[in-house]
């Protein structure tokens, strides 16, 4: 399926298979009628973009949460699994919201509210963690440049084990 894009005022045509393509329901919050999105890998980068196949103006910057944060875990609860048509943890692909920023100290993820994409029925939604102490805004490299201001190295990488256990389903499918 050929998607356009405005990423970064560039007008482009790209191809995107139909494994990449995800509809919400409901919309992400501020988009509400924009429904159907292509989940694109960055070329050589943790960083993906969710654009929507509605608007080519809407696009998403996405992280996988466990490759900077190895202890982020939560439950979703039975209604979000349902709807999303989950019945392993492993049919979960968790990413959360980037804000971007010029200056890299000043770009955070949305650990609070992260996309949930459904491997098994291409399903999606963006799920608030309800009882949860993650912010909206965690400044993402504020930790590397803390650690390089000291004279140390911190690295950003996949955590490892499987980020899929990370992710608890309430219900026993």
Not at 28 to 43: D, K, M, N, W
Not at 69 to 94: I, N, R
Not at 124 to 145: E, G, T
Request: include cysteine; charged fraction near 25%.
């Amino acid at each position: 399926m050929l998607v356009k894009t405005n990423f970064l005022g560039v007008e482009e045509t790209i191809e995107v298979m139909e494994e990449q393509i995800f509809s919400f329901d409901p919309g992400v919050g501020g988009f509400e009628s924009l429904r159907r999105y292509a989940l694109i890998p960055e070329q050589d980068s943790p960083v993906e973009w969710l654009q929507s196949l509605e608007d080519p103006d809407v696009a998403f910057a996405l992280l996988e949460p466990f490759a900077f944060m190895p202890g982020y875990a939560f439950e979703l609860s039975d209604a979000d699994a349902e709807a999303l048509g989950m019945h392993e943890a492993q049919d979960a692909l968790v990413r959360c919201v980037l804000t971007l920023h010029e200056d890299p100290e000043k770009i955070t993820a949305n650990l609070l509210a992260p996309m949930i994409l459904s491997r098994r029925s291409h399903m999606a939604r963006q799920v608030i963690l309800q009882h949860s102490d993650y912010p909206m805004r965690f400044a993402l490299f504020a930790q590397v440049a803390a650690a390089e201001a000291e004279g140390g190295a911190v690295e950003v990488g996949a955590a490892a084990g499987n980020a899929e256990e990370r992710v608890a389903l309430r219900a026993s499918a």
